[in-house]
């Protein structure tokens, strides 16, 4: 396609789209819909993902010791702890730092605190983070064979309800996908068809002199292209709009998980969203075209 | 240039003959009138010098296409050395009268310097040179037609096709069109037009082929009018 043919299947599908504005604004808000519902999951999965993945990070296990023991005998076991297999960091809380963190988490009601003993409040732990999230079970029994070790707790069910969360939606998302573009191929080849419909005797005439078959798709594989890009654009900034409404909202029930900014996700949302906008236009156009041009 | 040797025309749905046996060619620079009844087979021959229709049997060869082999793809390629001019005139209403011609040129990818020159030029040869921005909803029934000829004209074919281009004309406008017609074949386009218009066959003493039930009854080199009854 010469840059001369490009420029009048441009202006064709403009003129076009001016000719049929409300057909094309059906199809714009038809593929905007469809895109928004797609964006707004593909903004959760990104987020999804990364909670998952600070949730791996922060997957550790916790061994606690027996309230008496001291400093010097936590640390004793922690060392011992440390040179397990699968273990990537044993760090060691002592019955003071155990109280100092926890009156930490009180904040301006940390004055309860004031009469209590650190050394009987909470006993001495090691947080050991493991190399191998998998192995986690193997490593939680060796720990707990060790002496001086009493209880050992891990945040192992949060790790995996948010995983299979993430997998059901991940899953969710690719049949999603499918299914939105059908569906939007669908009515946008129909909105184009009635287009296609309406102009049968502008494509009888160009048979006529003579017309390529494509010569008569280009314009209006264009607008489709069009039609697809605009509905995209429309679909970003309303995602946009919302994921940025969300994201202020969550960050105000405090800072358990890092979300995603906008500024983050958008690039790479806008990118998938114009490209499967633009697929669809061109795919729904193609399909309109393809039972008229029998001349 | 046109040649349809023994060709028949089957059509598979009602098993209508349309043309049969017929036979005849048509040298460059020729004005040809095919003439007959309704039914007689002049739009089929039409139909197939566009190739929208291919012989059931026999040959037809048009600017040294075989309609009968020619690959879709080929179809383009034939219409592009044809002009086409209806009897309804088949304008686009949303554009200008230049806009309808440029049109035809765009379709076959000419460059726009050579559009803006030769639109111009064909309007002229139809004197319609001063209508070249109305609409053709603002043009009469003969202005309308004319603009369709200079369509026709714009890709410099070697031969026009006319079907019934009169028959929605007063006698005047028919004229008109005629003289233009006759101009145009003058400068060596061969013209092919279907027609049922007697007065117009009689005065212009060209070829006349007439056919009768898809057959050929007659062929006169300066004919008139004459299908019985």
Known sequence: ??????KYYCSEAFKNIWYNKLMAITSIITVMSCLLIFGFFLVVQLNLNDITKQLEGQCEIQAFMPQEY??????????KISVLPNVKSAILETRQQAYDNYKDTLGTAANVMENINPEEFLPASCKIRPNDISQLNEL???VSAIE???????????VNGVISVNSIIRNGCIIFAVLLALIAVFIISNTIKLDVHARQREIHIMKYVGATDWFIRWPFIIEGIIVGFLGAVVAILITLLISSLLLNALDSFGNIFQFRSSSDTMPLVSVVLLLFGVVIGALGSLVAVRKHLQV | MIIFDNVTKVYDDNKTVALENLSFTVEKGEFVFLVGHSGAGKSSIIRMLLCEERPT???VIVNGFDIGTLSQKQIPELRRSLGVVFQDFRLLPNRTVYDNVAFAMHVVGAPTKQIRRRVPEVLSLVDLAHKARAYPSQLSGGEQQRVSMAR???????ILIADEPTGNLDLKRSDEIMAILD???????TVVMATHAEKIVNSMQKRVITLDMGALVRDEEKGGYEVGI
Not at chain 2, 152 to 158: E, Y
Not at chain 2, 183 to 189: A, L, P, S, V
Request: charged share 30%.
């Open chain 2, 183 to 189: 101009r145009i074949n003058q400068k060596g386009t």
């Open chain 1, 140 to 142: 939680e029994a060796q």
């Open chain 1, 70 to 79: 001291n400093d010097e005998q936590a640390k004793q076991v922690c060392d």
């Open chain 1, 148 to 158: 001086g070790v009493e209880e050992v707790i891990n945040r192992r069910d949060t």
């Open chain 2, 57 to 59: 049997s026999g040959k």
């Open chain 2, 152 to 158: 026709a004209l714009a890709n410099n074919p070697s």
């Open chain 1, 1 to 6: 396609m010469a840059f001369r043919g490009l």
